[in-house]
């Protein structure tokens, strides 16, 4: 069984490049292509180091939206987005490799909603979940609640993420507040690859060394 899994969380073409993109994110261009090279990347390093990835993918597909997801978009003049069987739906930067598990989203921000997601990992005996992929502010950080509340630990890998309507820091700094979540960069796998339950007995080792006593009074 494995303690850890990287979640990918949206990591397609319309999340990332295209003109959807280009008429939805307001930030810097560079910084997201950026975090989701980094995020591709993350997948490669998990892979080497025995960490389960798991791939979430959404499709906005009119018939999968509830009436006030439909409502929203047609306020708002929002188009769908990653239909399912489009370019724009397409994983970006990464394939999943064969046995790696792909979870839909169908119109819904947490991947918990997402058929199957949550007892994949309870029955792979999965307690630690890093978070990579789009965007911080929004899927991320609501799977991130729903995984906290769950039980699960939580690692945010901040190079490999970033916002879409809210500053990255703010949103950071909101999940360690409230979730706990451990907030950790790509070129740290010594801190997000291992099970949550050794990095807290490391953490709390480090805070609170045990003195030897091996030598007597």
């Not at 009436?67 to 394939?95: I, M, N, Y």
């Not at 997601?117 to 991320?140: I, K, M, Q, S, W």
Request: proline share 5%.
């Amino acid at each position: 069984m494995t303690a850890t899994a990287l979640v990918v969380i949206d990591l397609q073409n319309d999340f990332c490049s295209g003109p959807a993109v280009a008429a939805r994110y307001r930030g810097d261009p560079a910084v997201l292509d950026a975090v989701t090279a980094n995020a591709a990347r993350a997948v490669t390093v998990a892979r080497e180091r025995a960490v389960e990835v798991v791939f979430v993918r959404f499709h906005g597909d009119v018939e999968h939206q509830g009436p006030s997801w439909r409502r929203r978009d047609q306020v708002l003049g929002k188009l769908p987005k990653c239909r399912e069987g489009t370019w724009g739906a397409e994983f970006h930067r990464v394939r999943p490799a064969p046995g790696e598990h792909v979870f839909t989203k169908n119109a819904r921000f947490d991947a918990f909603l997402s058929a199957g997601f949550e007892e994949h990992l309870r029955r792979t005996g999965v307690e630690h979940l890093v978070f990579a992929g789009l965007y911080a502010d929004v899927c991320v950080d609501t799977t991130a609640r729903t995984a906290f509340q769950q039980g699960f630990h939580v690692s945010v890998l901040t190079d490999c993420t970033t916002s879409l309507h809210l500053a990255d820091e703010t949103v950071q700094r909101f999940m360690s507040t409230v979730y706990g979540a451990r907030l950790t960069t790509l070129d740290d796998p010594e801190v997000w690859s291992v099970p949550a339950a050794a990095r807290c007995d490391q953490e709390r080792q480090d805070r609170c060394p045990v003195p030897n006593t091996a030598a007597g009074p």
